[in-house]
């Protein structure tokens, strides 16, 4: 299994008015591999948040090394990191934070034109995903015209845009009820295994967890 994401030694502090200093994360390793999906455990406070921001470069560590894709982002400029984030990531959150002025398939094409994918491109790359996780009928519908499950499967094909390396999903499902969470997990499993992502996802529901292929828990 080729290694997709690779934290190396991350430690990461804040400072809540000196001298408190509040030490998040301690020498944390942690590696994901194309294909696998992964459950990240932890209680409120423990730092799953901040291990989240530095895996998809929107915050950096104290110490420590973040390799995306065999690269070293920890060195990189902050223009290449943010590249590398709009390319090789897929970030999906609890709330599927859609602009509702757009319809879904809109949705699905804004992250491709600012990555400067051709018009017509894009369209047929967001039909094409909005159709793999059966909403290609639900396509010219706005988010208010959505049920709770098919916003989040909305949000999964944005994730899936660009056709990153590596997803990151915080609590995907923790603003659904169970049947909906179930189906919804389907489908994220069903596409990773499909396209060969990494995924890396926090989540508090145990059942789903036990469901992916490993369980990284941190403690507080």
């Known amino acids: 299994m080729s290694e997709v994401l690779r934290l190396q030694g991350i430690a990461k502090t804040y400072n809540r008015g000196l ?5 998040v994360l301690r020498g944390l ?4 591999g194309r294909g696998e999906v992964v459950a990240l455990v932890a209680p409120s406070g423990a730092g799953k948040s901040t291990l989240l921001h530095i895996a998809g470069l929107l915050d950096s560590p ?3 090394r973040v390799i995306v894709a065999g690269r070293d982002m920890t060195t990189e400029s902050d223009r290449a990191r943010t590249t590398a984030r709009r390319r090789q990531i897929g970030f999906v959150y609890q709330f599927h934070h859609l602009l509702p002025e757009f319809t879904a398939r809109e949705n699905v094409v804004l992250p491709q034109l600012a990555d400067s994918v051709p018009q017509a491109e894009a369209r047929a790359r967001a039909d094409a995903l909005l ?13 208010a ?10 949000a999964f094909c944005r994730a899936l845009a ?3 390396a590596l997803m990151l999903a915080d609590e995907p499902t923790g603003n659904l009820d169970p049947a909906t969470s ?9 596409v990773v295994r499909e396209t060969g992502l990494a995924a890396l996802i926090a989540t508090h529901n145990m059942e789903l967890a036990a469901r992916m292929d490993r369980v990284v828990r941190l403690s507080a």
Request: proline residues 6%.
């Open 19 to 23: 001298p408190s200093v509040v030490e």
């Open 29 to 32: 390793d942690l590696t994901v």
């Open 62 to 64: 104290d110490a420590g």
């Open 131 to 143: 159709a793999r996780v059966g909403l290609d009928h639900r396509a010219d519908h706005r988010p």
């Open 145 to 154: 015209a959505l049920s709770g499950g098919e916003q989040q499967r909305v």
């Open 162 to 164: 660009n056709g990153p």
């Open 182 to 190: 179930d189906q919804v997990f389907g489908v994220l499993m069903e």
